[in-house]
């Protein structure tokens, strides 16, 4: 029922608006001053204001100007009602925003017609503001989602959840958002999962609805996605067995707004005003900004897991004819990461050099096997073929770019800090970082297990000839910094090696 403040301070005026209002159900509020009209105006929902001019105390052009000056009292359409309609008076009401004017006495039906007139406008009005309004939300929305995306770490339950924070109705917001919000979700299982927000004075409620709502009305039975809005006296709502279903749930039903596709629902409730199909859309959008995030997100994922897949399979194949086989690739993959981990270099590139570390010794595929497999001292020629698994192996890999951590690995990867080390014999800050971590790595895997020219070792003899040396090797082949890190860590390079990682 639209609810008309009435100012006046005359009670019998009043009395004589009322005849006329009450009738035609409309609801009369009553002010018989200026300072009380605001005050109604601020406290309760005022749809259109009905304001004497002559008043003790501020008059009604100053009530006017007021109104209409201030934010927070939104559009009201104000209706002047005076005897005093001169030019002069009328040009003051324009000028402090009046819509109409209307002389005493007042004529029936002549009010009649410019309130219904004037309560359509405030509905268009209302209507645009709240379209504006939303357009201004989804564009907010749209920003935050792109930016903050991180397919490795998106999780669509979280942005479920803001999306709804968005949408709901806060106390900063516009009162007519949605009061009620609730998710459903069907799982692998076939079972199904509701959540309901209720929008509260001081926060937003999260609970579990633990009757689980028919599957069958709730989600969509075929590809194309429910979008659907309901108001109170609508006969599709009155008829929706949907609708009463959520009654059955104890969740009050007066408008609906509805997204549903075969396994997502989204249903906005008692949005403080009818719902248009402009609520459809921009609920419909918000929705569909998540679920193609959630795909996007999930086939970057598996794109990634191919890659490294690939990655480890191409490791692999080098390992055939080696004598590290099993699981050194791996291990030596996961001491790279321990150590970049220690040494703080970015987490990106830790994981890159966890996968990408498996490709170290790739180039051994163009080693004849009698080599790699010979148990004997290798002759000088032999061992001169044998060095060059690193340039082979850097081939092999190409220049790609997401690949140069694998190629700066498997070129550098037995060059020594002191200089000692193939194919270049570069030192120190020459050896890319990568290098010198997987130097280090690489040696603690060959020391723990059995060569045919020595034994397996274990952990605390693998320490001690890393860090003290053992004449074949020494301390200064590794980064400084490196072994610093390996000293603080290596009980974790047990684990690995016990295959606890
Ligand atoms: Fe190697
Ligand atoms: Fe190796």
């Given at each position: 029922m639209p609810r008309i403040l009435c100012v006046d301070d005359e009670p019998l005026n009043i009395s004589l608006l009322q005849a006329i209002l009450l009738p035609r159900r409309y609801e009369v509020i009553p002010a018989?001053?200026?300072?009380?009209?605001?005050?109604?105006?601020?406290?309760?929902?005022?749809?259109?204001?009905?304001?004497?001019?002559?008043?003790?105390?501020?008059?009604?052009?100053?009530?006017?100007?007021?109104?209409?000056?201030e934010e927070e009292f939104g559009n009201i359409p104000v209706i002047m009602i005076t005897a005093l309609f001169d030019k002069e008076n009328r040009i003051r009401g324009i000028e402090s925003g009046a819509e109409d004017f209307i002389s005493k006495p007042v004529d029936a039906a002549e009010l009649l017609a410019r309130v219904k007139m004037l309560l359509h406008v405030k509905e268009l009005n209302d209507r645009l503001k709240s379209a504006y309004h939303?357009?201004?939300?989804?564009?907010?929305?749209?920003?935050?989602?792109?930016?903050?995306?991180?397919?490795?770490?998106?999780?669509?339950?979280?942005?479920?959840?803001?999306?709804?924070?968005?949408?709901?109705?806060?106390?900063?917001?516009?009162?007519?958002?949605?009061?009620?919000?609730?998710?459903?979700?069907?799982?692998?299982?076939?079972?199904?999962?509701?959540?309901?927000?209720?929008?509260?004075?001081?926060?937003?409620?999260?609970?579990?609805?633990?009757?689980?709502?028919?599957?069958?009305?709730?989600?969509?039975?075929?590809?194309?996605?429910?979008?659907?809005?309901?108001?109170?006296?609508?006969?599709?709502?009155?008829?929706?067995?949907?609708?009463?279903?959520?009654?059955?749930?104890?969740?009050?039903?007066?408008?609906?707004?509805?997204?549903?596709?075969?396994?997502?629902?989204?249903?906005?409730?008692?949005?403080?005003?009818?719902?248009?199909?402009?609520?459809?859309?921009?609920?419909?959008?918000?929705?569909?900004?998540?679920?193609?995030?959630?795909s996007l997100a999930a086939q970057i994922r598996d794109t990634e897991s191919a890659f490294?897949?690939?990655?480890?399979?191409?490791?692999?194949?080098?390992?055939?004819?080696?004598?590290?086989?099993?699981?050194?690739?791996?291990?030596?993959?996961n001491y790279c990461a321990l150590l970049a981990r220690q040494l703080k270099l970015p987490d990106e590139l830790v994981k890159t050099i966890r996968i990408q570390a498996t490709l170290h010794d790739v180039g051994k595929i163009h080693i004849s096997p009698a080599i790699l497999k010979k148990p004997d001292k290798l002759t000088d020629d032999e061992w001169r073929e044998m060095k060059l698994h690193t340039i082979h192996?850097?081939?092999?890999?190409?220049?790609?770019?997401?690949?140069?951590?694998?190629?700066?690995?498997?070129?550098?990867?037995?060059?020594?800090?002191?200089?000692?080390g193939y194919p270049y014999g570069l030192s120190g800050e020459q050896i890319p970082i990568e290098g010198r971590i997987l130097n280090l790595a690489d040696q603690y895997d060959a020391l723990r297990n059995?060569?045919?020219?020595?034994?397996?070792?274990?952990?605390?003899?693998?320490?001690?000839?890393?860090?003290?040396?053992?004449?074949?090797?020494?301390?200064?082949?590794?980064d400084p910094e490196v072994l610093a890190a390996f000293k603080e860590i290596h009980r974790s390079f047990a684990d690995v090696f016990e295959g606890q990682f």
């Open positions: 018989s001053n200026g300072l009380e009209a605001l005050e109604k105006i601020r406290t309760e929902h005022i749809d259109i204001c009905l304001l004497d001019v002559m008043m003790p105390g501020i008059d009604g052009f100053e009530v006017c100007r007021r109104i209409k000056s939303n357009i201004a939300k989804l564009s907010v929305f749209g920003e935050q989602i792109i930016s903050n995306f991180d397919p490795a770490t998106f999780d669509f339950s979280e942005k479920i959840d803001s999306i709804v924070h968005q949408i709901i109705r806060s106390k900063l917001d516009i009162s007519d958002s949605p009061q009620i919000v609730v998710i459903g979700m069907l799982d692998q299982t076939g079972g199904s999962q509701w959540v309901r927000y209720d929008s509260t004075d001081k926060d937003i409620d999260r609970s579990t609805i633990r009757t689980n709502l028919n599957q069958k009305l709730a989600f969509s039975d075929n590809n194309a996605p429910i979008v659907v809005f309901y108001n109170e006296d609508d006969p599709d709502m009155t008829a929706s067995t949907f609708v009463e279903e959520l009654k059955n749930q104890q969740i009050p039903v007066t408008n609906i707004v509805r997204y549903s596709n075969d396994s997502f629902s989204l249903i906005a409730l008692n949005y403080g005003r009818k719902v248009t199909t402009h609520d459809a859309t921009v609920l419909n959008s918000v929705v569909m900004q998540s679920l193609f995030l959630r490294e897949y690939t990655v480890l399979a191409l490791a692999r194949a080098s390992e055939a004819n080696d004598e590290d086989t099993g699981d050194h690739i791996l291990r030596v993959g192996g850097s081939k092999i890999i190409g220049e790609h770019s997401r690949m140069t951590t694998a190629d700066r690995i498997a070129i550098s990867h037995h060059e020594r800090y002191d200089g000692s059995a060569r045919c020219y020595k034994p397996a070792f274990d952990h605390e003899t693998t320490c001690r000839i890393i860090l003290e040396g053992d004449g074949r090797t020494l301390p200064q082949h590794f």
